[in-house]
């Protein structure tokens, strides 16, 4: 069991708007900034989100944010190519580990 | 461009040992804190552990599920980061990725990936 907590699976059509979620504690999302990441085919993870930040190259359809202790991915304008897997991840205090969600598949009708 | 490439993957059997080596390039590596990050076939993502950085004394965690039996250790010298595996269990098996950690704690980039195979 993971100690962050996704949604197993969501499905959106091309063009709408999907929401990941991530939920944690106090002890790690409460506390730290939540890193994102996209799994296309089981290839290399790429980061999508960290923090608040979207690195270089991602396109701005990606947002994130955080409420108390859950975080959320969410993708404006759902496109084919951002059919995979997505992870969440952060830091834990209690832990003092590195958690990650279980991962969410996210499939374009 | 920040680069990671890691080798040293393999088959080995049970009760073995194997070094994995990560090779950075495009960054500052000694500024960084250093991750591993293993995935096991048809499963999720799980954290290896963590060496952090020469201002933080260069200071490891570990997960527990390889607590005593893996080693992290880097050489900003040479820009690369190691992962000592003893005592490999079936379990181990793996995609092995090299990580590294920006100033939010949070991964900001990936290396390819290392497969460790551990079957007799």
């Known amino acids: 069991q993971s100690a962050l907590t996704q949604e197993a699976s969501v499905s959106g059509t091309v063009g709408q708007k999907v929401t990941l979620s991530c939920t944690g504690n106090?002890?790690?999302?409460?506390?730290?900034?939540v890193g994102w990441y996209q799994q296309i085919s089981h290839g290399a993870p790429k980061t999508v989100m960290f923090g608040n930040s979207l690195p270089s190259g991602i396109p701005d359809r990606f947002s994130g944010s955080k409420s108390g202790t859950t975080a959320s991915l969410t993708i404006s304008g759902l496109q084919p190519e951002d059919e995979a897997d997505y992870y969440c991840?952060?830091?834990?205090?209690?832990?003092?580990?590195?958690?990650f969600g279980g991962g969410t598949k996210l499939t374009v009708l | 461009e920040v680069q990671l490439v890691e080798s040293g993957g393999g088959l080995v059997q049970p009760g073995g040992s194997l070094r994995l080596s990560c090779a950075a390039s495009g960054f500052t590596f000694s500024d960084h804190y250093m991750d591993w990050v293993r995935q096991a076939p048809g499963k999720g993502l799980e954290w290896v552990g963590r060496t952090r950085n020469k201002a933080n004394s260069y200071t490891t965690e570990y997960a527990a599920s390889v607590k005593g039996r893996f080693t992290i250790s880097r050489d900003d010298s040479k820009n690369s980061l190691y992962l000592q595996m003893n005592s490999l269990k079936t379990e181990d098996t793996a995609v092995y990725y090299c990580?590294?950690?920006?100033?939010?704690?949070?991964?900001?980039?990936w290396g390819q990936g290392t497969l460790v195979t551990v079957s007799s």
């Open positions: 991840s952060t830091w834990d205090y209690s832990l003092s580990a590195v958690v």
């Open positions: 990580a590294r950690v920006g100033g939010t704690t949070v991964t900001t980039h």
């Open positions: 106090s002890n790690n999302i409460g506390s730290y900034a």
